[in-house]
């Protein structure tokens, strides 16, 4: 396949809610390998964008179209086993099970196997789970129930689950939203670090300013449903305009 095309093509997106257009002809390529951002205040149709290209919302116009495949009205379980990961603005690991058993979970569901957990807790299993664990640097909470974890942890947890599922790629909703500022780079250099050494392309919806300026290849900027700027974080956040109606209010949690 050709790196010119790109991985994830959107055109033409419509979606209105009654009067509320959370999409309003959004166009965007996402290239091979890239980290692309996603900014934009409160209600703009972040979230609405990453719905609709996992499966979760169908536009009501438009098509995407993934490693050149038309995707829309494929299920998000469908959509997951092409190749599109996803994390959620609250992560959803099972509370119940420690990180290890949520591993093993992800590992056995990405070969489509639904097995009771004690199994899954045997050597060849166990070893791979905690394999996924070290590369974010969750081994020594591999044993805590996932309802005990902080914040950051639990979001790293939920991106580790994502990956090993073997996406290529990779949609986070505010991956550090409700993390603690001081935690907040390590959490991402961690999972920017593990997502560039297995080559995933990652979209990321970010309220962060310093977290995108540093880790993000391009930025594009969501207004009222529609996409009002795109290029390289030096230039987009510079934008005057970005500037006053983007960065003056995205005082969101
Ligand atoms: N299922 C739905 N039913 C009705 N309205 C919806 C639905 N999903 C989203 N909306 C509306 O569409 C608009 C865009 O919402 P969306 O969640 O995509 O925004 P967002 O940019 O992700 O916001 P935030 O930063 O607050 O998460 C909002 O006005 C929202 O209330």
Partial sequence: ?????????????????????AADGIDLDVRHGEFLAIIGPNGAGKT????MATGY???????????????LGLSPRAIVRRGIGRSFQLPQLFTEH????NAALAIAARRGIWSPLAPLLRPRWRDEAMELLDRFGLRGIAESRADSLNEGARK??????????????LLMDEPTSGV???EKMLIVETLVRVLRS??????????????????ADRVAVWSQGRIAALGPPAEVLADPVVQRDV???ATHA
């Fill in 48 to 51: 609405t964008f990453i719905n």
């Fill in 247 to 249: 960065i003056g209010i």
């Fill in 180 to 182: 603690a500022a001081a």
């Fill in 57 to 71: 919302l169908r536009p009501q116009a438009g098509r995407i179209e993934f490693e050149g495949q038309p995707i």
């Fill in 1 to 21: 396949m050709s790196d010119a095309l790109p991985l994830l093509s959107a055109r033409g997106l419509r979606l209105a809610f009654g009067g509320v257009k």
């Fill in 98 to 101: 420690t990180v290890l058993e």
């Fill in 156 to 169: 790293l947890a939920d991106i580790a689950m994502a990956v090993a599922l073997e996406p290529s790629l």
């Fill in 198 to 215: 297995t080559g995933v392309t990652a979209v990321f919806v970010e309220h962060d300013m310093d977290v995108v300026a540093r880790f």
